[in-house]
């Protein structure tokens, strides 16, 4: 592997990755070339009349046929076992290795039935050293055009002094150029010159984007691990607030109940507004926990998740707040079919139950909830609407509504606690699980007391 594998290599996933696609590239472009010099032989020789040979003709046309061959067995080999991305095995890297070697035979054959020196076609070798450069490392590519340049300088020597035979380019070319031996020296030259600058140029503006990618991937490592050890030590710290919170509220409730004696009406009127602020500290506490724990979590887990039960188990934890506060909850289940569906009970459930508790905390006492599941617009989706006539979401704020920390005028005008994280999450956790979420406000449940807002959840059935 000495030479193969750039030595400042060291996310190897990625080059991988760039030698795969690129390989496939090479693949498609390779058809294209085998089908245009099959045609060009056959237009040149019936059609423009340039009178090659019937050793030119037949030796154009095996090389396009023998191209076509080479092509799909490479083809077929990039997608077998035998490549592993391992540096230790045969890998993409000799696939790409394979192919330029390949191909510059191939255009040596053709430059060579079509004049050799005087050949239009040599050009393609500096297109050649292009592509090679994008792909192998430098030793490599420096290697095969200078094993190109000395052979084109041989052959054209060779064709000089009679040793091989010169065949000419049709009757283009009215005057034979191989047999001046101050141009072919001079031809040469300035071949072998062009081949090195332009392998120097493409090699190492390739690598330097190359290397570029690397850094730029080791720096995204670095600020994803920050982000990790950030998160982390954000849930360390919140549980620690969370904690003391919780047992101020225990004591609220403890008081409240009559657990200590009799309390006048004043204080149990501030301890009421005293407890839910306390609940509002612990909700805000638990939407930070929620975004945080999100964002470490790399991947879910699917699991079959009954949509009714999960709904039913929301609605039965938020019916206390919900009494307490004088909100109607209603429950209807229109679907046709069971409502499962792959996901994570869990996150689902911490979605689910961010809709509702915004409903409740955003509906005025004596308002109603709608919570409606029904088939979806395909037959494979199930749909959840979360609907209430509550205060609504402001025109002005619609488009903003699931960003991270955004709340709307009128929730911060009316001094309603939160962090604005909550319907992130919850959109997080939709597009997590393939689905969509979208809203609509005023809701259908609209009246003189509150302008509402429809939340619609669409999931991928089982």
Not at 180 to 190: N, Q, W
Not at 219 to 239: D, S
Not at 251 to 266: C, K, R
Request: proline share 2%.
């Amino acid at each position: 592997m000495l030479g193969l594998i750039p030595s400042y290599t060291y996310d190897f996933e990625q080059l991988w990755s760039l030698l795969i696609n690129r390989n496939k590239w090479l693949i498609k472009l390779r058809y294209l070339v085998s089908l245009t010099l099959a045609l060009f032989t056959i237009l040149s020789a019936y059609i423009f009349k340039l009178e090659f040979s019937k050793e030119q003709f037949n030796a154009l046309i095996f090389l396009s046929v023998l191209i076509l061959l080479y092509n799909i067995l490479l083809g077929y080999l990039i997608n077998t076992s035998l490549v592993k991305n391992d540096i230790e095995r045969f890998n993409p890297m000799h696939i790409s290795l394979l192919q330029i070697l390949a191909d510059q035979v191939s255009l040596a054959v053709v430059v060579y039935y079509t004049g050799g020196i005087e050949s239009p076609f040599y050009v393609f070798f500096i297109f050649q050293m292009i592509i090679g450069s994008l792909i192998l490392s430098g030793f490599v590519i420096y290697t095969i055009a200078g094993v190109t340049v000395i052979c084109f300088f041989l052959a054209s020597l060779l064709e000089y002094f009679s040793v091989v035979r010169h065949h000419k380019f049709g009757i283009l070319l009215k005057l034979p150029i191989y047999n001046e031996l101050d141009y072919v020296l001079l031809f040469a030259t300035s071949f072998g010159i062009t081949m090195v600058v332009t392998v120097f140029i493409a090699n190492s503006i390739a690598h330097s984007q190359y290397r570029r990618g690397q850094e730029l991937n080791a720096a995204f490592e670095k600020l994803k691990q920050a982000e990790t050890i950030k998160q982390k030590y954000t849930i360390g710290i919140v549980h620690e607030i969370k904690s003391p919170l919780s047992s101020v509220q225990s004591y609220h409730d403890i008081i409240l109940e009559g657990y200590t004696g009799p309390i006048n009406p004043q204080a149990r009127e501030k301890l009421i507004r005293a407890r839910a602020r306390t609940e509002e500290a612990i909700h805000i506490i638990n939407d930070v926990l929620s975004i945080s724990k999100l964002k470490l979590q790399t991947e879910i887990k699917k699991e079959d998740v009954d949509l009714n039960e999960l709904l039913h188990k929301i609605i039965s934890k938020k019916k206390v707040q919900a009494e307490y506060l004088r909100i109607g909850i209603n429950y209807y289940d229109m679907s046709t079919n069971l409502g499962i569906i792959k996901g994570d009970t869990i996150l689902l459930e911490l979605a689910f139950s961010n809709l509702v508790g915004n409903s409740i905390k955003y509906t005025n006492p004596g308002g109603m909830i709608e919570i409606v599941v029904e088939d979806g617009k395909n037959e494979n989706e199930i749909e959840v609407e979360v609907c209430d006539n509550g205060i609504g979401i402001p025109e002005k704020d619609r488009e903003k509504i699931f960003k991270e920390f955004f709340r709307a005028s009128n929730v911060k005008h009316k001094s309603y606690e939160g962090t604005g994280l909550g319907l992130s999450v919850v959109k997080q956790i939709v597009e997590q699980h393939g689905g969509k979420i979208s809203f609509q406000s005023p809701s259908r449940m609209a009246n003189e007391d509150g302008a509402g807002t429809c939340f619609r959840v669409s999931l991928i059935k089982v």
